[in-house]
């Protein structure tokens, strides 16, 4: 049976070394059935079972190195833990930390195994729970028929506003497939797309005339010489790289639908010109019920002599009914082998990102659109809780976008200018004012507003001026510095106020100090937010989910009715009363979100209730390291 099995874990501080332990390493769970994962039993070292075994990287960047030796160690004998061992050095390679997610897959196709590792930070992804084993069947051929010459799979564009995740989105559901990626901008044309002559160099061996006869010349030490010359030779692209991918895993199978898919990823495809690129591949796009092309398309003599080569060990017995039925018995499949035609297989993807806002872009023409699945990507919160940090203070991501884009529309009527929560990457969920300005600022400033005379009041400096581009820097000795002040005033024209600072009518007594876990607070509103963000901090292995199963009772001191809330949960709560909770990320990538409505500390000769005071006796008489003070000053 034909496999994929899969080990997922989120590593702990000890696998990484930080516990005051030398050993880094992969700690593998009681159930991980080695038997099964490795098909093998390994070998038999003193009282331990060790396996050695190599593994394709997969990770951002390392796709291309060589394969990994790990080794799988088993304690049978003493305390059956299961292991991966003596990862010092790999863990610096690859800059791997706690929280980081590493994943170990084996695949069994036809008999052969082969083993693939992947690793993302603690922000790329998430996995519930922290360490996860599980395999997955891959279909039969009847299954698989269905899924590999679907359509709707085989040929699509994400399209949508800047920073929205299409190339996200591609990236997680190819992980682990083969990928081929371009990128297409006006200059891009046939021959950078598909293949052309190039000039490269070859070493020739060094000759001299004696007499009649070319003659060797060879060197002091006996050896013939040789110089580089320039030869001009046939170089795939990105086009032809995936298209001879996709046919050489037909070799030897005997079903279509059993072929490993090859994707080719076409990033901002609407900069180029894709008549001009694609050409006479245009007509390839035409697929039929079984995922080939319907119209071939004869090769030219450059190519047709380089597919020979490269397809040359390639055999297609096992298929070749299959593929030549779907022409009226006519043998295709020998003429793709011996490169007269171009033919797309059923298991090449082409996928595509369109960023709709891009300005020096060619129009798609409505034929070849027609022969693609689109899909839009909307603009949402990814739950990231990623800050904006201005003047000490950190201001709301999701709730500027929110800010932003009403304005944005309001000025252009255009979806395609908005920003996309991906527009600006936060570094440890953290956009400084310096990327802020540059990426942000630069844009709005220059690609939407331009036009606009940045007329309103999120652009209003002082009691008449304007808040042009030139205000966000300054000079200070020749060195062009970003003004915090201009970025700060920006943010509070749009209604934004520091995520720990809302403005609330209950704010502490003046003669009162409140603290958490040493950390001032101002606003009492803001006490249960510091206290389970100060929770979130010592306690980095709960997970989002985790995180809010514990805090969810203290509800109950809170005049409202809810403290704390899940992205899936803060959904369902009424918008009018989700405005008022702000996001705090989790070690998971996951976030949590506070609500800060409902909490009152009335003074002594208030009648109402004092949900703060409740709040604090209850935080303070538990046990989760939380400690909050209310000092007299």
């Known amino acids: ?41 390994g070998e038999i070292n003193g009282s331990v079972r060790q396996i050695e075994f190599q593994a394709k990287d997969m990770s951002e960047g390392h796709e291309d190195d060589e394969p990994i030796s790990f080794k799988f160690v088993y304690y049978e ?35 052969n195994t082969e083993f693939f590792f992947y690793h993302y930070k603690a922000n790329e992804i998430t996995i519930k729970p922290n360490t996860i084993y599980y395999t997955e069947r891959i279909v039969d051929t009847k299954e698989a028929n269905s899924l590999n010459n679907s359509n709707v799979e085989l040929q699509q564009i994400f399209y949508g506003a800047p920073g929205t995740g299409k190339s996200y989105t591609i990236k997680r559901d190819t992980a682990g497939e083969d990928v081929v990626r371009t990128t297409f901008h006006p200059d891009t044309d046939y021959f950078t797309f598909v293949g052309a002559y190039k000039p490269t160099t070859k070493a020739f061996p060094v000759t001299t005339v004696i007499g009649t006869k070319a003659v060797a010349v060879e060197d002091q030490y006996g050896k013939d010489m040789y110089e580089d010359k320039i030869v001009y030779e046939f170089v795939p692209q990105a086009f032809l790289q995936a298209y001879v991918a996709a ?4 070799d030897g199978l005997k079903d279509t639908a059993n072929a490993k898919r090859e994707y080719l990823v076409i990033e901002e495809i609407n900069r180029g010109n894709c008549a001009q690129i694609f050409g006479d591949l245009f007509q390839l796009l035409d697929r039929g019920n079984g995922g080939f092309s ?28 299959t593929i030549n039925k779907m022409f009226q018995g006519e043998n295709v499949a020998k003429q793709v082998l011996d490169g007269d035609i171009l033919l797309l297989p059923s298991n090449l993807c082409i996928w595509a990102t369109m960023n709709t806002s891009d300005q020096s872009l060619f129009p798609i023409d409505s034929a070849f659109k027609r022969r ?3 899909h839009y990507v909307p603009i949402n919160d990814a739950g990231k809780g990623w800050v904006i940090r201005v003047n000490g203070n950190e201001y709301s991501w999701w709730r500027f976008l929110e800010e932003i884009n009403k304005r944005i529309y309001k000025a252009t009527y255009s979806e395609d200018k908005k920003l996309g929560y991906y527009f600006c990457k936060a570094i440890d969920g953290v956009i400084d004012a310096d990327k802020f300005v540059s990426k942000v600022i630069f ?22 001026g304007k808040l042009s581009f030139d205000k966000f820097y300054s000079v200070v000795e020749n060195n062009t510095m970003v003004v915090n002040d201009k970025v700060e005033l920006f943010l509070q024209n749009l209604g934004l106020k520091p995520i720990e600072s809302q403005t609330v009518d209950n704010k502490t007594e003046a003669n009162t100090k409140i ?27 709960k997970t989002a989910n985790e995180v ?19 992205k899936e949960e803060l959904a369902l709560i009424p918008k009018k009363y989700a405005d008022y909770s702000y996001p705090i990320q989790c070690t998971d990538g996951e976030s949590v979100w506070v609500n800060k409505d409902g909490w009152m500390h009335p003074s002594k000769s208030s009648a109402s209730r004092d949900t703060i005071k409740e709040f604090i006796d209850a935080v303070n008489s538990s046990n989760l390291g939380i400690k909050i003070t209310e000092t007299i000053v």
């Open 1 to 41: 049976m034909n496999e994929v099995r899969f080990f997922k874990k989120v590593l702990t501080p000890a696998e990484v070394g930080n516990t005051g332990t030398h050993e880094k390493y992969i700690r593998l769970t009681n159930d991980f059935d080695y038997n099964t994962f490795f098909q093998e039993d």
């Open 77 to 111: 004998n003493s305390n059956g833990e299961k292991r991966i061992p003596s990862l010092g050095s790999f863990y610096s390679s690859h800059n791997i930390q706690e929280n980081d997610v590493v994943v170990l897959e084996s695949r069994t196709i036809n008999g």
């Open 247 to 250: 046919w050489k895993k037909y």
């Open 294 to 321: 319907e119209y071939p398309i004869k090769a030219d003599t450059d190519m047709k002599k380089y597919l020979q080569r490269a397809l040359k060990d390639t055999s297609l017995d096992g298929i070749a009914g």
């Open 372 to 374: 693609w699945d689109w």
């Open 443 to 464: 844009y709005l400033w220059n690609d939407v507003f331009k036009d606009m005379e940045f007329e309103g009041d999120a652009f209003k400096d002082g009691e008449n």
């Open 515 to 541: 603290q958490v876990n040493g950390v001032n607070i101002d606003l009492v509103n803001a006490i249960p937010y510091t206290s389970i963000k100060e929770y979130i901090r010592l306690n980095p292995e």
């Open 548 to 566: 809010a199963d514990i805090w969810r009772g203290y509800k109950k001191y809170s005049a409202s009715s809810w403290i704390i809330a899940t």
